[in-house]
């Protein structure tokens, strides 16, 4: 077992901790409260982020929180920070805390964003529905995607309701797909992957929604390209059925924290905002658990772990 593994695993949690001045970086004894959701890469990085804030000294809970509500619960200073805001599915509500006070911007990750429905490449490597990824070529191919459950329409799986609203279902009317496909919204993350499983396995052609960084690029993924995304396009962000066909953001991956979060943990602050993380860094921590089969908390230590001089670096 080597060093970091051996120490988290330790009850007491204390460590000998060095900085530049050869103090301890430990902070207030307040902890520092993290939220999880219902995907692996944000529920890993986690822990992740917990780990090496409790080698700095510090004391940490994790709470479970709606991915939604998550920032204004920040806002207020129920929770500490949120790690994964993901322009497309979370920009608006973290904006919205922005602007009310009491939540602060603590910088991007290196790894850009998309969110968006797709296929597993293979769908396409065999040409199920020629013309794909265009968006144009899904019309006339919704046989090909039909499931016992869709009343003979092409089934697209989204990803749980609170993610989205009705992005999707507003976009297939928009575009003229809706008599020909229908959106199942999935009760979370691993529904998704079990439908791309079950769909390989049965050679069948099957939809889902999907997000880049994830464990997919691995495994191989295509994004449907739908019509170019502009500021306000949506519905739900003041756009009209004729603009909300648009597909989604190339967007940012953010951090938010508390405002009073630099001033009561200085060197925590510190540490989380210069973290970044990049598209193959958040890869790996949703495979250990995606692939791997690992719980959440045994593929952040794997991750540290194999990876100590990344997240040193945000320390030092």
Known sequence: MNKFTS????????????????????????????????????????????????????NVEYVSADSQGV????????????HEVWQSSFGKSFQNALDAGGLIDAGTHAAPTLEEIGVPTWVIDQNLCPG????????????VFATAGSGGK???????QSWHGEVYPNRLA???LD???????????DALWAEIASATAEGRGTIVFNWTPNFTDAEGFTFIE????????????????????????????????????????????????????????????????DID????????????????????????
């Open 71 to 82: 920032y204004e619960a920040i806002r207020l200073g129920d929770v500490t920070i949120s």
């Open 179 to 189: 008599d020909e496909y229908v959106i199942k919204f999935a009760g979370g993350a």
């Open 293 to 316: 089969k690992m719980d959440h908390k045994s593929a952040a230590a794997t991750w540290l772990a194999d990876h100590e001089s990344v997240w040193r670096a945000f320390i030092d």
């Open 174 to 176: 928009a575009l003229g």
């Open 154 to 160: 092409g089934q697209i799986l989204e990803g749980p």
């Open 226 to 289: 739908f019509p170019e995304w502009f500021a306000g396009c949506r519905i739900a962000d003041g756009g009209t059925m004729e603009t909300t066909g648009c597909g989604s953001p190339k967007g940012w991956l953010k951090k938010a924290a508390n405002a009073d979060f630099p001033s009561t943990h200085p060197d925590a602050y510190a540490m989380f905002e210069k973290m970044s993380f990049t598209t193959t860094d958040i890869g790996q921590m949703a495979a250990l658990v």
């Open 7 to 58: 120490k988290a695993a330790a009850a007491a949690l204390t460590m000998t901790l060095a900085s530049v001045s050869g103090q301890s970086l430990a902070d207030s004894s307040e902890p520092i409260v993290i939220p999880t959701h219902n995907w692996s890469s944000q529920v890993v990085m986690a822990y992740v982020i917990g780990g090496i804030f409790e080698n700095m000294g510090n």
């Open 132 to 143: 794909l990824p265009s968006w144009e070529a899904l019309a006339g191919c919704g046989s």
